[in-house]
């Protein structure tokens, strides 16, 4: 079976400009949740969706927004870039939407910002 | 913010020597959870302990959970090369929501 898969793998934009990650949740997982991971820093958590419906939000600002899809596919958005918004961004999935479940992540898409 | 703090942040070791790492966190959790991320790609689940749980094993991962002191340890034993890679410690705090550490990066000298 595949695991969580994201794409694109790799990304360059430019301040200002809006960009779509996408992510894919293991086949029969209903939860997806996204991470920002910053160089140097540990992951830290964005979105969670479950059943299509945002389900918690990090503190990050409204430039960041999510959606998931009914086959449970999920998109990331980030409108009006900046240079800080370069990182590593992580997508999980998981088969349930509550406490002591095992979250599985993508290999991630590397967002960079010029 | 980084509710998790690993520690050491990087430890350099010898093939076939056991590694240590600790992890303090700071709210009530549900569980604690540890993670491997080799290279900057993504993060490759470890071990799951809940929170009534003191101690746990899977292969060569032993995991200590002291709820009194707020933190846990994840001892990695006759350490390999392919164990090169950060180490993060997350809690989870509301469901589904998990809060990372900044990660100790583990090197194993061969």
């Known amino acids: 079976d595949a695991g969580v898969t994201q794409s694109p793998t790799h990304l360059i934009k430019t301040r200002g400009q809006q960009v779509t990650l996408r992510c894919s949740p293991i086949?029969?997982?209903?939860?997806v949740s996204w991470y920002q991971q910053v160089l140097g820093q540990g992951p830290q958590f964005i979105f969670q969706y479950y059943e299509k419906e945002e389900r918690g939000r990090g503190n990050f600002p409204d430039r960041f927004s999510a959606r998931q899809f009914p086959n449970y596919s999920s998109e990331l958005n980030v409108n009006a870039l900046l240079l800080g918004d370069s990182a590593l961004y992580l997508c999980?999935?998981?088969?349930?939407?509550?406490?002591?479940?095992?979250?599985?992540f993508g290999q991630g898409t590397r967002l960079t910002v010029v | 913010s980084q509710q998790g703090e690993e520690d050491p942040q990087a430890l350099s070791i010898q093939e076939g020597e056991n590694a240590t790492m600790n992890c303090s966190y700071k709210t009530s959790i549900n569980n604690l959870q540890w993670y491997r991320q080799n290279s900057g790609r993504g993060l490759v689940h470890l071990i799951l302990?809940?929170?009534?749980?003191r101690e746990k094993h899977s292969g060569r991962l032993r995991v200590t959970l002291d709820t009194s002191k707020k933190s846990s340890s994840l001892l990695i034993t006759a350490s390999r090369a392919a164990d090169t890679a950060s180490y993060f410690c997350?809690?989870?705090?509301?469901?589904?929501?998990?809060?990372f550490g900044q990660g100790t990066r583990l090197t194993i000298n061969p």
């Open positions: 086949s029969g997982h209903k939860s």
């Open positions: 999980a999935s998981s088969a349930v939407s509550y406490s002591n479940t095992e979250a599985f």
């Open positions: 302990i809940r929170s009534n749980e």
């Open positions: 997350a809690t989870e705090v509301g469901a589904q929501k998990l809060v």
